[in-house]
């Protein structure tokens, strides 16, 4: 189970880097239904759905792995609170660019840091 839903989630993220983001979501939720315990599958399945618009379905997501896993990298926060601000919740998404940057999160890919973010749009 665990191997495959690694692959499952490999394969979601060839698709996003092929701009396919409905069929990220297929494979994020494939590898959810068959191991559940890999918060990272919800937090990039958050992500995608929040590149798409769907607001319910990324806060559900975000909710999970910040108040259920309980990550302490602070990522989760800060792809929320952007969510939020884009989506004109400034307080709110501001409250967890916050908390992202009180956990020192830094993007692996852009290097951004969440406190140069937080900084930025909230102060």
């Known amino acids: ?13 060839i698709e996003s880097l092929n701009g396919n983001l ?9 590898a959810i239904k068959i191991n559940n315990y890999q918060s990272i599958f919800y937090e990039n399945a958050a992500i995608a759905y ?17 108040y259920e896993f309980k990550t302490d990298d602070g990522r989760a926060e800060f792809f929320k ?3 939020l601000i884009k989506n004109e ?18 993007g692996n890919n852009s290097g951004i840091k969440s406190s140069d973010v937080y900084t930025s749009l909230c102060l």
Do not use: H, T
Not at 1 to 13: D, F, H, P, Q, T
Not at 22 to 30: D, K, P, S, T, V
């Open 1 to 13: 189970r665990y191997m495959k839903s690694l692959a499952l989630s490999e394969r979601a993220e």
């Open 22 to 30: 409905e069929n990220e979501i297929a494979f994020y939720e494939a």
């Open 50 to 66: 929040s590149n798409l618009d769907l607001f319910d379905e990324a806060v559900n997501y975000f909710d999970k792995v910040i």
């Open 81 to 83: 609170g952007l969510m």
């Open 89 to 106: 919740d400034n307080f709110n998404g501001c409250k967890y660019l916050k908390s992202s940057s009180e956990k020192n999160y830094i």
